[in-house]
């Protein structure tokens, strides 16, 4: 799939974005891994044992938390477009996108997911996507406020997405 083609939505079909097998690792220097407490709502990029840098970050609300386990990094986009996980609206790239302009995703569960997110109540069918992403909305980074996505300031995703790549590890902590 071309990154022009790419819609980060929270629901892809089954058989859409195959993970891809890389190392991880950056050419001349250790694995990273990216290691993510929920409760402390803080990222951390781990190069072997030495913290590279570290991120605050907003989090899955109750009821839509973001999932504890090891993952992997297993796509990322530029410019994504959004589609509401529930109605299908499909919002394009730009500053109104609420996944700002990076996505950088790690989970795939294809079980389905209800529940109320503060307004309303969803029902997703097919496949849900967590990773991390920048936002417009500045204040919700340090919140659980999310559909199980991870926020970053536009600024901080975009310099994760250069330091990542397709099959980085990713912690999840509660």
């Known amino acids: 799939m071309q990154a022009a083609e790419a819609v980060a939505t929270g629901i892809e079909p ?26 402390r709502r803080l990222l951390k990029v781990m190069e072997g044992d030495r913290e590279r840098r570290r991120f605050k970050v907003g989090v899955g609300m109750p009821g839509w938390e973001t999932p504890v386990g090891s993952f992997r990094v297993i796509e990322k986009t530029a410019y994504p477009i959004w589609e509401h996980p529930a109605k299908g ?13 990076r996505w950088i995703g790690f989970h795939r569960d294809c079980k389905g997911r209800r529940g109320f ?26 919140g659980a406020v999310s559909h199980g996505c991870v926020r970053l ?22």
């Not at 089954?14 to 929920?38: K, S, Y």
């Not at 609206?89 to 302009?101: D, E, H």
């Not at 997110?117 to 340090?142: D, I």
């Not at 300031?153 to 509660?174: A, I, K, S, W």
């Open 14 to 39: 089954a058989a859409a974005n195959p993970v891809l097998a890389t190392t991880g690792v950056e050419a001349g220097q250790g694995p990273l891994q990216l290691i993510l407490d929920r409760r």
């Open 153 to 174: 300031f536009d600024e901080d995703v975009r310099e994760l997405f250069e330091m990542v790549q397709v099959g980085t590890p990713v912690t999840v902590l509660p």
């Open 89 to 101: 609206v499909r919002i394009p790239p730009g500053p109104t996108n609420p996944l700002g302009s």
């Open 117 to 142: 997110n503060g307004q309303e109540h969803l029902e997703v069918k097919g496949c849900v996507t967590s990773g991390f992403h920048g936002t417009p909305n500045r204040n919700s980074v340090g």
